[in-house]
């Protein structure tokens, strides 16, 4: 099997894909694309786990516990160590800060949660998944005074400023179907070297057009890399050979 694009973050493990999962994992193998599925607590870090395991290729796994304050879960690094042994598993996250999703007085504990994410990632010298929403400046804050290693900057909605002090310290910063109908994000794609960028689909959430509004899923990543190669003015080959390079290289994975 030879993969052409990989959706560095999706959700398979969900409930939106309880009657149909394996089809739509096929469906994303059988033309071309790998994925990492990214879990928000222990549960979908496990379960993101079992699924890397399942395939021979092309299915990866990254563990965390999610910022925002509605997941029910004190992080346990013992708990997360274990997870970590696996081959699959190509990073740590989604962690990182939610000031969108949050309680009052929830920036504390956000901020710890997230840098004892850092610590394990140091530990493990893995990539962090990050998730930033409405914090991109306490995020960088703590990321220069804590970590050790690189990572992606997921879902990225920050300035062009804010993506260039990503950029600066190694992190890469990738996007979502959100960029083939949002204007906004024309200048920041535009903006982003090409060993810098990645695609993502973030599925089931946000499917890119012409599939808006339905579930979203990892081979719908092609329309995001189309609408790269359009920003861009580069051809789709250029920007898939591009893509696929990063991620091995950020991810460390051998496609
Ligand atoms: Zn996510």
């Given at each position: 099997m030879s993969f052409r694009r990989i959706d560095i973050h999706a959700h398979l493990n969900f409930s939106a894909y309880n009657a149909d999962r394996e089809e739509v994992i096929n469906r994303a193998l059988e033309g071309g694309t790998a994925f990492i599925n990214v879990g928000t607590d222990n549960v979908t870090s496990r379960e993101s786990v079992e699924l890397a395991n399942k395939y021979e290729k092309g299915v990866y796994a990254i563990v965390g516990r999610h910022?925002?304050?509605?997941?029910?879960?004190?992080?346990?690094?013992?708990?997360?160590?274990?997870?970590?042994?696996?081959?699959k598993v190509v990073g740590i996250g989604e962690c990182g800060l939610d000031y969108f999703h949050i309680l009052p007085?929830?920036?504390?504990?956000?901020?710890?949660t997230f840098i004892a994410?850092?610590?394990?990632?140091?530990e493990f010298s893995k990539p962090l998944m990050l998730h930033v929403r409405d914090a991109y400046d306490?995020?960088?804050?703590?990321?220069?005074?804590?970590?050790?290693v690189v990572g992606d900057v997921h879902f990225f909605a920050g300035t062009i400023e804010q993506a260039r002090a990503f950029l600066d310290?190694?992190?890469?910063?990738?996007?979502?179907?959100?960029?083939?109908?949002?204007?906004?994000?024309?200048?920041?794609v535009e903006f982003v070297p090409l060993d810098m960028i990645q695609a993502e689909t973030d599925c089931p959430?946000?499917?890119p057009a012409p599939y808006r509004g339905k579930r979203n899923e990892p081979s719908y990543v092609?329309?995001?890399?189309?609408?790269?190669?359009?920003i861009k003015k580069l051809p789709v080959d250029n920007i898939e050979k591009a893509l696929l390079i990063n991620a091995k290289r950020m991810f460390g994975i051998d496609l």
């Open positions: 910022p925002a304050d509605n997941v029910d879960e004190i992080f346990d690094p013992a708990k997360y160590r274990e997870l970590l042994k696996h081959p007085g929830g920036a504390e504990k956000q901020k710890n994410q850092i610590e394990l990632a140091n306490d995020a960088l804050a703590i990321l220069k005074s804590h970590a050790n310290i190694g992190y890469t910063l990738s996007f979502t179907g959100v960029i083939t109908f949002a204007k906004q994000y024309e200048e920041l959430f946000v499917a092609s329309e995001v890399v189309s609408k790269i190669s359009q």
